[in-house]
């Protein structure tokens, strides 16, 4: 990895961290759909990039986010586990031909077909255990699967909106 | 031996997994632990300062409703402090301060809330510093809010009325019916009435004040009034639904009261009762 680029990743980092917290925080619509856009700084690591500096990445991530949701730990497990599971994930979803290298897996680089295979199951992995921990000890399910749902699709358009309007495409064809 | 080395090796990205799972759920459950560490929540210093930042700046846009508040309280003060000072045409007795209870209060900013977890917390912008211990009590001029947890320096982590640990001593004030008040996760203005037993008559509207019985706050602030009252499906008590009084979406500025007598009170009750 250059140094250009792991700049590039530590500026990236440093925004999504800034807007999860001081924005997104107090942002829940109708009460049940969260938006957590952090998801997709992990999602859009390059691809050949081992699991261990990915769990590590989204433990930090998480800790930090964790600090200013009064939520600790809840952001660090859940991050972890979609850092764990990214890279096999990628390994089965590998297009005919493979992957280029020096591509990140990004929305414009992968086209929306691939992406929404790719993103939704580890998204919805990562805010399902996000908020079963959130109601250990209770009973509420149907608020979980509302929550789960709704912040789903909130954290899914966002990102879209996200990666459509702010990176560059980086195929060279 | 090298083979176990070379197994372990290749399995090195799953054990890092195990281990930091199993270090987020410690911090979890420490966390949620009434004792748990202060300094990883956001009333560390650091934090504390960013979400200051933060707040300062927000406040701005909420002037207008914030001083609306302030004056209403003030109001309500006047209007006491008027029936309390002494009426010229008769004789007072000051009673001696012993048998009074002697509460102490503090003003205090929030810099940081949640709503829509089950575990909810609030910062504030006051710590040990200024005199805030946690187990103090806190509210605002609708009613209660919550109870301090810990405290940093600087700025104190309160446990919010709308986190479903958090159990509060209450009444019914026109018939002194006691029991206790406990957020059920579901709507950030409802919460459930506990173990108000089924013999007992409970009509909507009725109002729910704290009982005092705890020694965290003092009696009567306002809970929020009875929305509806049904026999619970199996258990010998009533299932009662409260509209609370708090508006926790917007809360900007809160009181904390001290009740000085409540580590004798507790160490008596410890002694005599058991804990």
Do not use: C
């Not at chain 1, 590590?56 to 800790?63: A, E, V």
């Not at chain 1, 990004?106 to 929404?116: A, H, I, Q």
């Not at chain 2, 650091?46 to 200051?52: Q, S």
């Amino acid at each position: 990895m250059t140094t250009g680029k792991i700049l590039k990743y530590s500026l990236g980092f440093v925004i999504y961290f800034l807007i999860q917290v001081f924005i997104l925080k107090d942002l829940v619509l109708f009460g049940y759909a969260f938006s957590f856009l952090y998801v997709f700084f992990i999602l859009g690591l390059p691809h050949e990039m081992p699991a261990i500096p990915i769990m590590l990445i989204g433990f930090f991530m998480g800790i930090l986010i964790d600090l200013f949701y009064d939520s600790l730990g809840m952001h660090a497990a859940s991050a972890v586990l979609l850092g764990f599971l990214r890279n096999p994930w990628i390994q089965v979803n590998t297009p005919t031909g493979g992957y280029d290298d020096n591509v990140p897996p990004t929305l414009l680089n992968m086209g929306m077909g691939w992406y929404l295979f790719y993103s939704i199951p580890l998204i919805l992995i990562h805010h399902l255990l996000f908020f079963y921990i959130d109601i250990l000890g209770t009973e509420l399910y149907l608020p979980f699967v509302i929550r789960v749902a709704g912040s789903l699709a909130f954290t899914f358009i966002l990102g879209i909106i996200v990666q459509a309007v702010f990176y560059k495409k980086e195929r060279v064809i | 031996m090298q083979q176990i080395f070379l197994f372990l090796y290749r399995l090195r990205a799953f054990l890092l997994f195990i281990a930091l799972e199993l270090l987020a759920v410690g911090i979890i459950f420490t966390h949620n632990s009434p004792q748990g560490a202060v300094f990883f929540n956001s009333s560390n210093k650091l934090v504390g300062n960013m979400l200051y930042v933060k707040n300062n700046f927000l406040s701005y846009f909420s002037l207008y409703s914030t001083n609306q508040a302030l004056a209403e309280k003030n109001a309500e003060l006047l209007n006491q402090l008027d029936q309390l000072s002494p009426v010229l045409d008769s004789a007072t007795l000051s009673v001696d301060s012993v048998l009074a209870n002697n509460f102490e209060f503090w003003s205090a900013r929030v810099i940081n809330n949640s709503i829509h977890l089950n575990q909810n917390y609030i910062t504030l912008n006051k710590g040990r510093r200024d005199g805030i211990v946690p187990g103090m009590g806190v509210f605002n001029e609708q009613g209660v809010v919550g109870r301090v947890k810990g405290t940093s320096n600087n700025y104190a982590t309160v446990i919010s009325l709308l986190n479903t640990d958090l159990l509060i001593s209450s009444k019914i004030r026109e018939t002194e019916v006691f029991g206790s008040l406990k957020w059920d996760g579901l709507h950030s203005n409802e919460a459930k009435l506990l173990y108000v037993p089924r013999h007992v008559k409970i009509d909507p509207g009725q109002e729910i004040v704290t009982s005092g019985y705890n020694a965290v706050f003092p009696e009567g602030i306002p809970i929020g009034r009875v929305k509806s009252a049904n026999p619970g499906t199996e258990t010998n008590y009533l299932d009662i639904s409260v509209t609370l009084s708090v508006n926790f979406s917007n809360l900007k500025f809160i009181y904390l009261v001290k009740n000085d007598s409540r580590e004798e009170l507790d160490s008596l009750e410890m002694e005599t009762v058991g804990p």
